[in-house]
Every structure is written in C-alpha cells, then in structure tokens.
C-alpha cells in the first residue's frame, strides 16, 4: 500500500494555481498541465473575489501560481478605464494579501504582453528595451509588472506575443487569426484594421504552454523577465495568405481605419528564454494556422 502511494505522490511534479483558467490561454495551459501530472487548482474570473476573501489559504501548498486573467484587452482598455483601474486593483489587493497571508509565497507566473508593454517603436524588443506600454493596456501591464517586483520576491513575468490557437474566442476585438478564421468559415468578409503590410509575432499556445511548463518543471529560483514570442514577425497580407491556403476560401476585404493602439510592426526577440528556459517554438505560423482551420472544422462537423 505504501509502495504505491509513494509512487502516486512522486507523479505528481507541482502543484500549480491557473487564474483565469476558464480563459483561452488558462484553458489549453490547464488540460496540458494536468496531461503531464501537475496538480491544478483552477481560478475563474467569476469566483475570483469569493476566492481572495474566502480561500486564500489554499494557496499556501502551491508552488506556483500561473495569472492569467485579465478584464481587459487593448481595445477595452482605451474606452473603459473603470476595467483597466479595477484589474490593477484586482491585481494589488492579490500580492498584497498573499503576501501577509502565506510566509513562503508560491512562484508568480505572470503574463504580460510583448505587444504592448515596450515604449519605443521597435520593430525588434529585447528584455531591455524600455517598457513603460504603447497604449493603455500596455501600461496597465507595466503597471502590474512593477507592482510584482516590489511586493513579491519569487516571480517569472512572461512578455508574450499574439499567442493564437484552437479555441480561442471571437468578437472581442483581439485576435486577428481567430476572427479571420471564423469569417472565412462563415462567408464573411474580414475586417482589416490599416495596411497590409503591418507585422506582428504571432506564438502558437502549444508553445506558449511548453514554456511555462518549463519554469514550473524547473529548479529555476531565479526571478526573470523573459520575453516569450516565435522571434520573427509575420505581414497581415501573410496571415491571410495562410488562411486562405487552409480553408480554400476566397474571402472578401472590409477596410477600416488603422486603430491607434496598435502598433505598426513588431517582434520579439525570445534569446533571453532560449538560454534561460532551453526553450524555443516548434510551430511556424503556417502550420497553426492549419491546425486552427482543422479544429473549426471538426467544430462545425459536430453540428
């Protein structure tokens, strides 16, 4: 009886806290996490209150905490500061009351945005580049970046480029590939927002999720800042070259105005989680690309 309960405690390698875990990102991390032994406790955005007044106390046996939550995207930040001013709240009264709650903090995994979060013009961001955000939402996560560095001594914060994937949700303003995706599939025109020619680091969330598994999977006690993209970029015109060639579609255009949030090209420069992390992506953009269009499908056999 001991043998094998030893040996049911050694499979399981971390104990890891998801907030956000209904979430796209929270989603896939949580499935994978447990696929490969970590126990999850996951934390949906709508019991997180009932979670900080009520439930603290089951964090203290975590080793690490993955936040991926967020009230807010960058067209939501621009036109609703109450959500930007309540996520940074959020986010404060959290470090604050772990911090006085739980004497050995369990490892902050946060994620951020690389798209958002650097100051200049780029195109290419390094870890050192100035990041004080572009928009609102990237200084929110400026914001909540510093916030974690003063008030937590066990952290990793993770820049992510558009990380993009099965499931991920439509409608929301966020998300090129998704929402290109279900037009096509439903004989919608695209909206395209500016030229063309703009480029983005778009990050397959297998990928993502293999590198926080990574740093939970680790003996890394090292706090980092670490940029977490596919470290080369990507044109609109490319993107929808893809989708095309997956779902054989011929969609139609709708322009609009280039929105002022976002910025005109970049790429993240992911040396930095190669050398700390033994990380690198494995899916170029053509093939998740492909891999999204197969998933609607199924989706749309199902019916």
């Not at 996951?42 to 019991?47: A, F, P, R, T």
């Not at 998704?178 to 439903?186: G, S």
Request: proline fraction near 3%; include cysteine; charge should be neutral.
């Amino acid at each position: 009886m001991w043998s094998r309960l030893r040996i049911a405690i050694s499979l399981v390698m971390a104990k890891v806290g998801v907030v956000g875990h209904r979430g796209f990102i929270g989603t896939t991390l949580s499935h994978t996490l447990k696929s490969i032994n970590h126990e999850v406790i996951g934390i949906g955005k709508d019991n997180y209150s009932h979670f900080l007044n009520n439930q603290l106390e089951s964090l203290i046996e975590l080793d690490d905490i993955v936040w991926c939550a967020s009230l807010t995207n960058p067209s939501t930040a621009k036109i609703r500061p109450d959500l930007v001013e309540k996520e940074l709240h959020d986010w404060t009264s959290f470090l604050s009351r772990l911090s006085k709650f739980v004497k050995v903090s369990p490892r902050i995994i946060f994620i951020s945005s690389g798209g958002c979060v650097y100051s200049e013009e780029g195109p290419c961001f390094s870890e050192l580049d100035v990041a004080r955000g572009n928009n609102e939402y990237g200084r929110l996560k400026s914001s909540m970046e510093l916030e974690l560095e003063a008030r937590n001594n066990n952290y990793v914060i993770l820049r992510a480029s558009n990380i993009y994937g099965p499931g991920q949700s439509t409608g929301r303003g966020q998300g090129v590939i998704a929402e290109w995706i279900e037009k096509a599939m439903c004989n919608m025109p695209i909206t395209l927002f500016g030229e063309m020619n703009k480029k983005r680091d778009y990050l397959y969330v297998d990928d993502f999720v293999r590198a926080v598994d990574k740093i939970i999977s680790s003996n890394q006690k090292e706090n980092l800042v670490l940029n977490i993209g596919s470290g080369r970029s990507h044109s609109l015109e490319e993107v929808m070259t893809f989708i095309q060639k997956a779902t054989e579609i011929e969609f139609k255009i709708h322009h609009e105005e280039a929105r002022s949030f976002d910025r005109p090209s970049y790429w993240l420069d992911v040396t930095l989680a190669k050398q700390k992390l033994g990380w690198s992506p494995s899916i170029d953009l053509e093939e998740g690309i492909a891999k999204c269009v197969d998933f609607r499908r199924k989706q749309v056999d199902l019916y």
